[in-house]
Nanobody, 125 residues
Framework: QVQLVESGGGLVQAGDSLRLSCAAS????????MGWFRQAPGKERECVAS?????????YYADYVKGRFTIPRDNAKNTGYLQMYSLKPEDTAVYYC?????????????????WGQGTQVTVSS
């Protein structure tokens, strides 16, 4: 299995941008689909975005991030990203990346095999 390590979280102001990274090690990253999830205090974990394995087709975005977030991946660097623009206070959460051996695991967290440790994103108003 791959191991995942997120980085890039922090405290930003509303309207700012932030890029989260998910570095993978242990197996060929391109063979895994990847997802980004978040969990705010008192709320359930939700899928923000996901991308299929290989060339990165089958991209999913939650409605509330469409047009603001993108989920590129660089298989040569074994790294996936969550690029976030126009951040809002309601985007404040712990963000997790996850990997699945399925071609495209989509938005269902139960289909993901490996999870990172999470990184905090706080957006002030």
């Amino acid at each position: 299995q791959v191991q995942l390590v997120e980085s890039g979280g922090g405290l930003v102001q509303a309207g700012d941008s932030l890029r989260l990274s998910c570095a993978a090690s242990g197996r060929t990253f391109s063979r895994y689909s990847m997802g980004w999830f978040r969990q705010a205090p008192g709320k359930e974990r939700e899928c923000v975005a996901s991308i299929g394995c290989g060339g990165g087709t089958r991209i999913y975005y939650a409605d509330y991030v469409k047009g603001r977030f993108t989920i590129p991946r660089d298989n040569a660097k074994n790294t996936g990203y969550l690029q976030m623009y126009s951040l809002k206070p309601e985007d404040t959460a712990v963000y997790y990346c996850a990997a699945s051996s399925r071609y495209s695991a989509g938005s269902s967290d139960g289909l993901y095999d490996v999870w990172g440790q999470g990184t905090q994103v706080t957006v002030s108003s």
